[in-house]
């Protein structure tokens, strides 16, 4: 989720890059940095922290003018958010300056062959070896645009590269697979950046490339080649968003932005996940087999959406590993004096790495002798820096108070770790495990299935605005998806809202069903077991007394329709996958009744991105 710009022009490159940095820097603010080719050198300058350390330290120690450049504001996936790691890298001979948005997968194996080729790697990114190999390309003779060509066709994972040559100041070129770039249309100038706000003040014509592509801008112009070098083209249009909405991509939350980020989100936090033998592999995984093998007893510790997050994870992990699993608010973990000793893995579940009850929780844990690892968002934090290993969901910033593409990715990273222990423990076959991963791999395209039949939730939603109580309902994997239905109406549109586990309702929840209160029922995948039949049960019971049943159920679910008022349908998934897609017609219909009711959804009252303190 890197911010990057590129600019060829007549105007001061530096001033057209800090400039678009600063509309970009909500894309990440670990890091940020410049380079410019002036008088056929590399000037360039990189800081740790927020773009404001990048401008003070140019203001001190200015850079000289130049009129082609590149910059990058960085969400920190491979190594820490440092002045080493921040971008640009340069190649051994500065001569090459690369700035990269994504992963490349297949990295170690280069880094390897650059080193055993005596090229030293000041870094411990993923992108450096990528700025080595252009180098090695342009000092061999050819141009920058076909370095470009050649180093893509090696490449594994996402990624965006922009890249200028010291010897070359007519051109940047840039490549996309699997990851934002647009390009900015100007009379004499011509723009890069991950997305329209870069340029939106000097430009509204834009260029959108295709899949596995090279763009070249010049003064002049555009050319765009694939990867192997055949013309290709882009799709112009016009800009008619303002900045504000830019930034968003043209919605007028970043909440919903970020909805809309979920496909993406989801296909990122799924990257590199396989090892060259084909085994599932956790980079960050700094247990080793038989320290997770000693493991009997996991405790998921969470606050808030990530708790919800540790219940799905609860399913996952015991039906695939049959190691027991507890899930405790932090908050209230280390106030009743677990139980906990070496064989126990805590999980700790944060997106910002910063939550004050974890990491609490976390130090409580680990005074104990237990085995700490961190499911976060956020490198370098405080949280993943305290543990004994991390996964990293890579979902980029997400800007939007309510958590949704954090949500969906601490779910990824949920099912990958029970996989893992799976793998290591030898619960499961190996062919089980690749088939559940390529089923988790059909999931982002099974989310935008959903993202596309939106504007119905949206009609959904806008018929509820004078409702004042709301109730969801749902079964195993299904119930946690409840609860967060629940809480992103209370944190967004400030009524009550209440999720059941949907067999729980004759133990007294149903004295609050009345006439046409809404239910939300999360209906399980048809299956083996009695899930789906007792789901309906209660649908039955609560429409019986008056209520009004929202129904969210799998494609070609038949049974369901004479007990739902209204019906969306969720793509086909086993039921331990289905919180991925089902809580995504939630998020949309909670964002769109906070619209409808006037309150602002990127900032609900009372409410902090992160809670730091106890």
Known sequence: ???????????????????????????????????????????????????????????????????????????????????????????????????????????????????????????????????????????????????????CQRLQGAFTLVAVDAQDPSRVVAARRNSPLVVGLGEGENFLGSDVAAFIEHTREALELGQDQVVTITREG??????DGAPAEGTRYHVDWDLSAAEKDGHDWFMRKEI????????????????????????????????????????????????????????????WTRVPVEVELASEFRYRDPILDYSTLVVAISQSGETADTLQAIRHARLQRSKVLAICNTNGSTIPRESDAVIYTHAGPEIGVASTKGFLTQLVACYLLALYLAQVKGTRYGDEISEIMHQL?????????????????????????????????????????ALEGALKLKELAYIHAEGFAAGELKHGPIALVEEGLPVLCVVPPRGRDQLHEKMISGIQE?????????????????????????????????????????????????????????????????????????
Request: aromatic residues 4%; proline residues 4%; negative net charge.
């Open 1 to 151: 989720m890197c911010g990057i710009v590129g600019y060829v022009g007549d105007k001061q490159a530096q001033d057209v890059v800090i400039n678009g940095l600063r509309r970009l820097e909500y894309r990440g603010y670990d890091s940020a940095g410049i380079a410019l080719v002036a008088e056929g050198r590399l000037e360039h300058d990189k800081r740790a922290g927020r773009l404001a350390n990048l401008e003070k330290a140019i203001a001190q120690h200015p850079l000289p003018q130049a009129t082609t450049g590149i910059g990058h504001t960085r969400w920190a996936t491979h190594g820490a958010p440092n002045d080493l790691n921040a971008h640009p890298h340069l190649g051994s001979s500065q001569r090459v300056a690369l700035v990269h948005n994504g992963i490349i997968e297949n990295f170690a194996g280069i880094r390897d062959e650059l080193e055993r080729a005596h090229h030293v790697l000041a870094s411990e990114t993923d992108t450096e070896v990528a700025a080595h190999l252009l180098e090695l390309q342009v000092e061999s003779g050819v141009d920058l645009t076909t370095a470009m060509q050649r180093v």
């Open 222 to 227: 555009v050319e765009v080649t694939t990867f």
């Open 260 to 319: 809309f980020e979920q496909p993406r989100a989801v296909a990122d936090s799924l990257l590199g996940r396989h090892a060259r033998n084909g085994l599932l592999q956790l980079d960050e995984m700094r247990l080793s087999d038989q320290e997770l093998r000693d493991i009997d007893k996991i405790i998921i510790i969470a606050c808030g959406t990530s708790f919800y997050a540790g219940m799905v994870a609860k399913y996952a992990i015991e039906h």
């Open 441 to 481: 791999e059909a999931v982002p395209d099974q989310i935008a299935s959903v993202l596309s039949r939106s504007d119905e939730v949206y009609e959904l939603a806008r018929s509820h605005v004078g409702t004042r109580s709301v109730l969801f309902l749902g079964r195993h994997a299904g119930y946690p998806v």
């Open 542 to 614: 609560v429409r019986a007394r008056g209520a009004r049943t929202i129904c969210l159920a799998e494609e070609g679910d038949t049974s369901i329709e004479p007990y739902a008022d209204h019906l969306i349908r969720l793509p086909k998934v086993p039921v331990l996958l289905q919180p991925l897609v089902a809580v995504v017609p939630l998020q949309l219909f909670a964002c769109e009744l906070a619209t409808a009711m006037g309150h602002d959804v990127d900032q609900p009252r009372n409410l902090a991105k992160s809670v730091t303190v106890e």
